[in-house]
C-alpha cells in the first residue's frame, strides 16, 4: 500500500471512529435527559393527582378518574394509585385493570422516601409525602410513548449521519491526500526518467513566496543533482582525456618495442615480448575505457537506423583480420532479405563494436575456434544468436556476466580484460535491447533481441 493510500485509510478510520463516540455520546446523553425529563414529569403528576384527590370530595372521585383517563395522560397510558398511611387503596385511575404496583413497591417507598425505575413497558414513579399532616403512598405509572418515538428517530438520524459522514470523509479524505500529494506523484516521474544518459532532468520548484515542505526536498534535490552531474561529467572527462592522451604514448612505446625486438635475439627478444603483449593489452583497456566514456555520453536517438545483415558482416570480416583461423557460420531466414526488415534503430559503429566483441568472446572461449550466427524475425523482432562451444559458466559467474573485469575460472590462461561483454551491454542498454546468456547442450549462446 501506498502512503498516499496509507495516509487517506487511517485518517479516515480515525475520523470515522471519532464521530461514532460522538453519536455514542449524543445518544446517551438524550436518553439520560428523556429519562430526567419523563420522571420531572411524573413527579409534577404524583403531586397534582394527591392535592386534587385530597381537595375534592370523594363523590367526584369518578370525575377525576374521567377526567384522567380521557385527557392527553391517555396517550402515556398514566395510571395513578394512592394509598393512605396503613397501605389501603383509596384511589386508582384504572379500577378494572390489573395493578402494576405490588407490596414490595411500597416497602421501597416506605424506607428511601421516593423511586424511578422501570417494569415491564412502564415508568414508575413512587413518592411517600405528607399532605395536610398525613401520610401517603404515591405511585405513578406511565409509557413514555413520545420520548421513545424521540429516541427511535434519533436512533436514525444519528445512523444516517454516520453513514453519510463515513462515505463523504473517505471520499474526500482520499481526493484531498491525493490532491496535496501530487507532487510526490510529480517527482517520482520526473526522477524516474534520471539515469546516467539523462542527468541534466530537475524538478520545477515554485517561487520561495509559495513553498511547502515538498517543494523544499524538490530544491534540495535539485541541487543535489547538479552536484552530482558536475562529479559524473568531470570524472568522465578525466577518464576519456587521460586515455586519449595515454594513447599516443603507448602507440610510441609499441614502435620502439616492436624495432628492438627486431634486433634482438633469445631471452632479451622473449622478454621483450612479453613487454609488447603487456603494452598491447594496456591499450586495449585505454580503448575500452574510451568506448565506455562514449557510451556514457550516447543518447537513444529513434532516427538513427542501421542494418543488421551489414553490422555483420563488418564485424566478421574484423574479427577475422585479427584471427585468421577464426570459422564463423552464418544462417538467416529468406524472409529477413528485404531491406526494411534487417533496419533497427541505433548507430551502426556501436552495433558492430557489440558484435565485434562477442565474436572475439567466443573465438577465444571455443575449444575448435568456430562460432554459428542466425538471423531470425520473430513477431516483428529480429532474434541474433552466437553461439559456440566450450566450457559453461556457473550461476554465480552468470549473474556477474556483465559486470566490469569479470572473468570466469576458464579465462585463466586466455588474455583478455573482463570488458568486452561489458561494453556489449552497455551498447545494447543504450537502445533497451536485452541480451541474454544461456548454456545448452555444451553450447554458450547468447540472444540478442531487436525490437522493430
Request: aromatic letters at 12%; hydrophobic letters at 35%.
Amino acid at each position: 500500500m501506498t502512503i498516499k493510500n496509507r495516509i487517506s485509510r487511517n485518517i479516515s478510520i480515525l475520523a470515522t471512529i471519532l464521530y461514532g463516540v460522538i453519536a455514542s455520546v449524543v445518544f446517551i446523553l438524550f436518553s439520560n435527559f428523556r429519562n430526567s425529563e419523563f420522571r420531572r414529569r411524573l413527579e409534577e403528576k404524583a403531586l397534582t393527582s394527591v392535592q386534587l384527590l385530597l381537595d375534592v370530595d370523594e363523590k367526584d372521585q369518578g370525575l377525576l378518574r374521567n377526567f384522567e383517563q380521557n385527557s392527553i395522560e391517555k396517550s402515556y397510558d398514566a395510571r395513578t394509585y394512592v394509598f393512605d398511611s396503613t397501605r389501603h387503596l383509596i384511589y386508582s385511575s384504572h379500577e378494572t385493570t390489573s395493578p402494576l404496583w405490588d407490596v414490595r413497591d411500597l416497602d421501597a417507598l416506605q424506607q428511601s422516601g421516593s423511586y424511578f425505575h422501570h417494569k415491564n413497558e412502564y415508568d414508575m414513579y413512587g413518592e411517600y409525602q405528607e399532605h395536610k399532616g398525613k401520610k401517603y403512598y404515591v405511585i405513578v405509572a406511565a409509557i413514555d410513548r413520545v420520548g421513545q418515538r424521540d429516541i427511535t428517530y434519533l436512533v436514525y438520524l444519528l445512523l444516517a449521519a454516520y453513514i453519510l459522514f463515513t462515505v463523504l470523509t473517505w471520499f474526500m479524505t482520499f481526493y484531498q491526500v491525493k490532491k496535496q500529494l501530487k507532487p510526490i506523484d510529480y517527482f517520482h516521474k520526473k526522477i524516474s526518467n534520471i539515469n546516467e544518459h539523462n542527468l541534466e532532468e530537475r524538478l520545477s520548484v515554485p517561487e520561495k513566496a509559495k513553498k511547502n515542505e515538498i517543494d523544499l526536498i524538490g530544491e534540495e534535490f535539485n541541487f543535489m543533482m547538479n552536484r552530482i552531474e558536475n562529479a559524473y561529467r568531470q570524472q568522465k572527462e578525466f577518464t576519456a582525456h587521460a586515455s586519449h592522451e595515454l594513447r599516443t604514448p603507448l602507440a610510441r612505446l609499441s614502435t620502439q618495442i616492436e624495432n628492438l625486438i627486431s634486433r634482438s635475439t633469445g631471452e632479451q627478444r622473449e622478454t621483450l615480448s612479453r613487454a609488447l603483449d603487456d603494452t598491447h593489452q594496456l591499450n586495449e583497456l585505454i580503448q575500452s575505457l574510451l568506448i565506455l566514456a562514449r557510451l556514457d555520453n550516447t543518447k537513444r536517438d529513434f532516427k538513427e537506423k542501421s542494418r543488421i545483415d551489414e553490422a555483420i558482416y563488418n564485424s566478421i570480416g574484423y574479427v577475422k583480420k585479427q584471427f585468421p583461423d577464426f570459422k564463423v557460420s552464418l544462417s538467416m531466414d529468406e524472409m529477413d532479405q528485404n531491406e526494411s526488415s534487417l533496419e533497427i534503430h541505433a548507430n551502426q559503429s556501436l552495433i558492430e563494436i557489440a558484435f565485434n566483441n562477442i565474436l572475439r568472446n567466443a573465438y577465444l572461449y571455443s575449444s575448435n575456434k568456430q562460432a554459428e550466427i542466425e538471423i531470425k524475425n520473430e513477431d516483428n523482432h529480429i532474434l541474433i544468436t552466437f553461439k559456440n562451444d566450450g566450457a559453461g559458466l556457473s550461476l554465480d559467474e552468470q549473474e556477474r556476466l556483465f559486470t566490469p573485469f569479470m572473468r570466469g575460472k576458464q579465462s585463466k590462461s586466455i588474455p583478455g580484460l573482463g570488458l568486452g561483454l561489458r561494453i556489449v551491454h552497455r551498447i545494447l542498454n543504450v537502445y533497451k535491447y536485452p541480451i541474454r546468456y544461456d548454456y545448452i547442450h555444451g553450447l554458450n549462446i547468447f540472444t540478442l533481441t531487436f525490437f522493430q
